[in-house]
């Protein structure tokens, strides 16, 4: 019969165990220390950088898995080691594809390596979307990029909020309006090349959970980057926008297009971090409730404590199962006809959040203490249904795809 599996290859296997090594070994050890000081864990990423796990090399390696599951697999794994942790070593890549996704092969040569450094001198990167006024509404964003002709450099001006990485990164992304009347199709992305005057950190933020990265508002005054610096080039954005008069002009104007596609290929990643999380907390849960006596038996004895483990794994299967098709799907180049990538992310994310709800549960008092790792998880998970979309986003996201609809 036909070749449907879902069994990891060698390689993925060979790949699932080494980064689990290091989530097991490195992370998990130094997870706490890290969430008490709420600062960048530099010698953990160093620790990633040494073995090759915080590369570009690596990413390149998992993102071409020709099955799709290269980088959730990783994903899942780091993510299970510590959400903060992890979210420091992925957070440059956040940057990174934005310049993978728009830049010309010079610029990604240029860039990209100064984003991770060397194993000896670690870099991180930031990519700043959102701003005090543009949140989930990206076209609200108020951030100006003007061109200098005479000089070819463009200026930038405006405030970012909730970058990750932001301030401390060596090389910042940056998202600016070029033409306002055009909304989001409006935007082009810029790089920020190291030591550029005018970019400062404003207030780095004090969270509920991933506190071992660093997110920080980033303040552009008057900063002036060369013409080179425009992700994809002058010729290419000239292009883009006056596509986008024309179909303005049109009327009509949906933006179902490139943007869209990248989104729902990137979600899912993003849901293999939940999942990772998840099955952190269930795994504590499931050995607390099989050693933990109460009444003269194993807590896990009571249907309600087995019962909701039994919901709390089937649950993080099907978040995995779907982060797995969307991934999948992305690579095999397939249509996200039903917004499926969105739908791994929603799903994914509110798995995480409600299985560490139930793991600190079945902890009692003990869930509650920083004794135990399941608060952090809960704190951790907490994110994953606000960044990269909410989930009143992903909803609307699925909403309109499978209706075709315009709904709000
Ligand atoms: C720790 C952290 C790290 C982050 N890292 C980055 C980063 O590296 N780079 C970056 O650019 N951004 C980053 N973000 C920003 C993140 O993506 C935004 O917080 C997110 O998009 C939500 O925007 P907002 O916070 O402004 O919420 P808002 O958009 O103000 O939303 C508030 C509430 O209203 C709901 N809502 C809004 N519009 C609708 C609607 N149309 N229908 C239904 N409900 C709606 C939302 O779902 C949410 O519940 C980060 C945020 C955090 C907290």
């Known amino acids: 019969m036909g070749d449907f599996g879902l069994e990891l290859n060698d390689d993925q296997k060979g790949v699932r165990d080494w980064v689990h090594g290091f989530a097991a070994d490195v992370m998990r050890p130094a997870a706490a220390e890290w969430d008490e000081r709420e600062e960048t864990p530099w010698p953990v990423i160093q620790e990633a950088a040494k073995i090759g796990l915080y590369s570009m090399d690596f990413y390149a390696q998992a993102f071409f898995d020709p099955t799709g599951l290269g980088i959730p697999v990783a994903m899942e794994e780091l993510f299970w080691g510590d959400a903060g942790i992890g979210l420091s070593i992925v957070g440059t890549t956040l940057a990174a594809v934005g310049v993978l996704a728009n830049g010309t092969e010079e610029q990604i040569g240029t860039w990209v390596p100064q984003m991770f450094g060397t194993a ?22 108020r951030t100006r990029a003007v061109y200098d002709e005479a000089k070819d450099e463009w200026v930038l001006n405006g405030t970012k909020t909730w970058a990750t990485n932001g301030g401390i990164a060596n090389v910042h992304v940056v998202v600016a309006v070029v033409d306002s ?50 992700l994809g080039g002058k010729e290419k954005l000239e292009e883009r926008l006056a596509r986008a008069r024309e179909k303005q002009r049109a009327g009509g104007e949906r933006i179902k297009n490139a943007a869209m596609a990248t989104f729902e290929a990137s979600r899912p990643a993003v849901g293999a971090q939940a999942v990772g999380i998840a099955r952190a907390a269930y795994e504590v849960a499931l ?43 992305a690579t095999a180049g397939k249509p996200f006809t039903a917004a499926e990538g969105s739908m791994s992310k929603l799903y994914a994310g509110e798995t995480a959040k409600w299985v560490t709800a139930s793991a600190m549960q079945i902890l009692g008092g003990n869930g509650f203490t920083r004794e135990y790792p399941v608060e952090r998880m809960h704190r951790d998970a907490a994110i994953y249904t606000i960044f990269e979309g909410t989930s009143e986003i992903q909803r609307l996201v699925i909403a309109r795809t499978i209706s075709g609809l315009p709904i709000r």
């Open 287 to 329: 050995d607390y409730a099989k050693t933990r006596v109460q009444f003269g038996r194993p807590i896990i004895d009571n249907q309600g404590v087995a019962f909701t483990l039994a919901d709390m794994r089937t649950r993080i299967d099907a978040a995995r199962l779907l982060v797995w098709r969307a991934s999948w799907m």
């Open 181 to 230: 009347e055009l909304g989001a199709r409006g935007q082009a992305s810029f790089i920020v090349p190291p030591g550029t005057p005018g970019l400062s950190q404003g207030q780095k933020f004090k969270k509920h959970g991933i506190r071992a990265s660093h997110t920080a508002e980033v303040v552009l005054g008057q900063v002036r980057v060369p013409g080179s610096c425009l």
């Open 120 to 141: 000896d001198d670690v870099k991180v990167a930031a990519f700043c979307s959102s701003e005090p006024d543009a949140g989930s509404d990206v076209s609200a964003m």
